[in-house]
């Protein structure tokens, strides 16, 4: 399927850029354990997944709009919980490209984008494939509305890996 075509999972005429808290949810290409193990229930990142933690708390850096939550680096996936508080200036569009929407700038989509594809640049480095997948094309994400939803999230986070059936 040209991509193009592909449906979006957002919530149509919900304004990403615009204040918000967001669940995400990234996972590997195919699912591959990438980025460590779980042992008696801890995660133990190896170096991409060192990459991945690196990466993701560099964001606030880079993205002076986004504040992280809780977050963690599982072996075949990623889970953050991100808040999105605009500051004045610029949210233009950027990175129209081969037909497919352009990302509103300082966006969660804009966010998890530039997140993807650094670490993604820097994990093929280590490898030695600068074409090779690391991440599945798309990302879920889940908006929450309120404390109650916030604090459950966060629970979920912490308790990943000692829930882990990998």
């Not at 399927?1 to 979006?8: D, L, W, Y």
């Amino acid at each position: 399927m040209k991509s193009g075509n592909r449906q979006s999972v957002r919530l149509p005429g919900h304004d990403y850029s615009g204040p918000g808290i967001y669940f995400v949810t990234l996972c590997t290409e195919g699912r591959e354990r990438l980025f460590g193990d779980v042992i008696n229930g801890k995660m133990r990142l190896n170096y991409f997944g060192l990459v991945v933690q690196e990466e993701w708390m560099r964001s606030p850096q880079i993205r002076s709009e986004v504040d992280l939550d809780r977050w963690i680096v599982m072996p075949d996936h990623f889970h953050g919980i991100v808040f999105i508080h605009p500051k004045n200036g610029f949210r233009g569009v950027v990175g129209a490209a081969g037909g497919r929407p352009a990302l509103q700038s300082r966006s969660l989509g804009a966010l998890i984008g530039g997140f993807k594809s650094i670490t993604t640049k820097r994990i093929n480095q280590i490898r030695g494939n600068p074409e090779g997948q690391v991440w599945q094309r798309n990302y879920d994400e889940h908006i929450i509305d309120n404390d109650e939803e916030l604090q459950r999230v966060r629970q979920y986070i912490k308790d990943n890996p000692k829930n882990w059936k990998g």
